[in-house]
């Protein structure tokens, strides 16, 4: 499936975590890794119950059943601190079924490397998903953009008062 850019460590924990959680009920939407002095992983999950929302209970749930396969892993060569939580508003996009759901609507990207004449980071429109890759009108010219050259995005939301 296409996906934004991940390190393979990312690659590997979000394997585990979607083998793991899908039978509990539960989707990863994205997780975060960062290791800089104790590593910290952040996991965003989703129900796959049609219309439920994460609750607390799902995170600990979910916290709980992780916590000790990682362990075991030994994936971070010494202590870590696992969050999980629920994507909310700040909901990330990570497979193209994601970028799908929002075509049409505003989106903050930010790049493994620049486009000439766009740069690293930028707004702009989804206008289409296509395989492998995202089609973004950004500064009024369209730009074809890899997934895969994707580090994150996430739609923007604009309230009205």
Not at 75 to 100: A, H, I, K, N, Q
Request: charged share 30%; net charge negative.
């Amino acid at each position: 499936m296409d996906s934004i850019a991940k390190t393979d460590l990312e690659h590997k924990l979000l394997d585990l975590c979607e083998k793991e959680l899908m039978p509990l009920g539960y989707r990863v939407v994205d997780l975060d890794c960062r290791v800089s002095g104790k590593t910290l992983l952040r996991v965003f999950i989703e129900s796959l119950k049609e219309g439920a929302q994460v609750s607390i209970d799902d995170c600990v749930t979910v916290s709980r059943h992780l916590d000790p396969i990682l362990e075991a892993g030994d994936y971070f060569g010494g202590s870590y601190e696992l969050e999980v939580s629920s994507p909310g508003l700040d909901r990330r996009l990570r497979l193209s079924t994601d970028f799908e759901k929002v075509t049409g609507k505003e989106l903050k990207v930010v790049l493994t490397e620049s486009i000439p004449g766009v740069g690293g980071q930028f707004r702009g429109h989804l206008l289409r998903v296509l395989p492998g890759r995202v089609e973004m009108k950004v500064s009024g010219k369209e730009v074809l953009v890899e997934l895969n050259k994707i580090k994150k995005a996430q739609t923007v939301w604009e309230f009205r008062i």
